[in-house]
């Protein structure tokens, strides 16, 4: 039985410091305790996505209207956001993105797989700057950085949240 | 009975007001230009599927302004799943408009999913859209052009227009241009 793990409070007050005013998602176990945060803070827009690709256009409109948007989901989304990263490679549109990883370190299901391990070199070839955090001490510091490259630079970033970093599925209970 | 695409943008977007307007990648965006440019066009010129939620996240950044996402039935299709989203949140500043031909315009004139009796309308009121109106006559139009000012729950709206192809009128297409000057004509930093 693993403690319950405090990095996601503290990225939700990294996300707080950097300005984040709304927080799109597809439900994902890994970032439950956030996803949970983010819901109840009244001063940030949560939007539940039925697929992450609504999540990068949602940023675009977002910033368009002056607002910063993160934007929350697993390594099999990333596959589902390809075509609409156009929009912000072609605009220049600030795109902060935290993806649990699955598919790794002691994953069961087989199928997880494909997707997570082409995450890296998905977002590279999409022109997105990558950090990968395996241990919860490296979360805030590597959170930060993404929403400096992102917010200033008007980019591209992701965060990866290692599989070590989330703990591995619990298959039976 | 449907409406001719460029007559029914121009009728829509004539007295505009403070109108936001995300239109969709191909026809609409040049019935849109061909309307006539304001920086407050944010144009797309690809991301297929995404104009709704593009929409989204503006209106839930610009919540004492209206934004109205018109685009095609093609790319609406492409992100039904959005509607189902914007349900969820129900801003009350966001209107989206398909202007309806049943074709995929832009590649050939093949027949959309809505020829084949999927009703947008439908979906629409189904996802929880508060005001849901098919627009098949000038009559139908001139009250949506009306609505568009005045609107404080969520909006949509069929147009239906005719499968024709007026001449392209093509907007700035550099992204980094129009995402600037529509960031300056809110006073953001761009």
Known sequence: ?????EWPDRLYATLKRAGVGQVGYVPDAGHSRLIE????DAEIHDIALTTEEEGVALAAGAWLGGNRAALLMQSSGLGNCVNMFSLAR???????????MRGEWEEFNPWQVPMGGIVEPVLKLCEAEVYRAAKPDEVVSLAERAAQRAFGDEAIAAVLLSQQLIGKKVWTK | MSLERRAAMATLVADRGDLLIVPGLGSTAW???AAGDDPRNFYLWGAMGGA?????GLALAQASRRVAVI??????????????????????NLAIIVFDNGVYGETGMQPSHTQHGVDLVGVAKACGFA??????????????????????????????????EPPRVLPERDGVALKNRFRAALGLKS
């Not at chain 2, 709704?52 to 989204?56: E, I, R």
């Open chain 1, 1 to 5: 039985m693993n403690a319950i793990p």
């Open chain 1, 37 to 40: 945060r983010v819901r109840a």
């Open chain 1, 90 to 100: 072609s605009c220049r549109f600030p795109l902060l993105m935290f993806i649990t």
């Open chain 2, 31 to 33: 019935d849109l230009a």
């Open chain 2, 52 to 56: 709704a939620m593009v929409g989204l």
């Open chain 2, 71 to 92: 685009t095609g039935d093609g790319e609406m299709l492409m992100g039904l799943g959005s509607l189902a989203t914007i349900g969820t949140k129900r801003p009350g």
């Open chain 2, 131 to 164: 005001d849901c109106a098919d627009v098949r006559e000038e009559a139908g139009l001139a009250a949506l052009a009306a609505k568009l000012k005045t609107f404080t729950a969520p909006l949509f709206a069929r147009v239906a227009i005719a499968a024709d």
